[in-house]
């Protein structure tokens, strides 16, 4: 698996990425801003010169990390990127002694609960209508200490 940070070059193909994978489209700006703010925050995966993960974060202040996306392309999922990308988020943040981390995740999506599940994120609370499309979300958090 092939890690790096995500950069400005990378702009199209991460949206695309993204867009395609939760039907929701965010600003360029946004993407931009993320990376400019939090450079080792952003995280891709590359596969034979191909997109094939992302892990898109901002701080919370300086001891939280938010998970903001995280998306693996069909056709490259159940192959541990996923797992891996995390992993390498999760070491950024201790190198950075940031003690906890968040994330966003629908309620209806049980798959990345378990997933995120499996690193020690615990539910928290659920935001209601959280979504455009007016489902709710469960914020999970991770303690790293």
């Given at each position: 698996m092939a890690l790096r940070l ?57 001891t939280v990390g938010r998970i ?78």
């Open positions: 995500f950069e400005p070059r990378d702009l199209d193909h991460v949206m695309a990425l993204v867009t395609g994978t939760f039907d929701q489209l965010f600003s360029e700006e946004m993407y931009l801003a993320l990376q400019q703010t939090w450079p080792e925050g952003q995280i891709i995966d590359v596969e034979s010169g191909r997109l094939a993960g992302v892990l898109l974060s901002m701080r919370r202040g300086p903001m996306v995280m998306a693996v392309r069909e056709g490259f999922r159940d192959m541990g990127i996923g797992s891996h990308m995390l992993r390498a988020f999760i070491q950024q943040c201790m190198r950075e002694s940031i003690l906890s981390i968040v994330l966003e995740v629908r309620v209806t999506n049980l798959m990345a609960q378990e997933f995120y599940r499996r690193f020690g994120f615990r539910p928290v609370e659920p935001l209601v209508n959280y979504y455009p499309d007016g489902e709710d979300a469960m914020v999970m958090a991770l303690d790293i200490t």
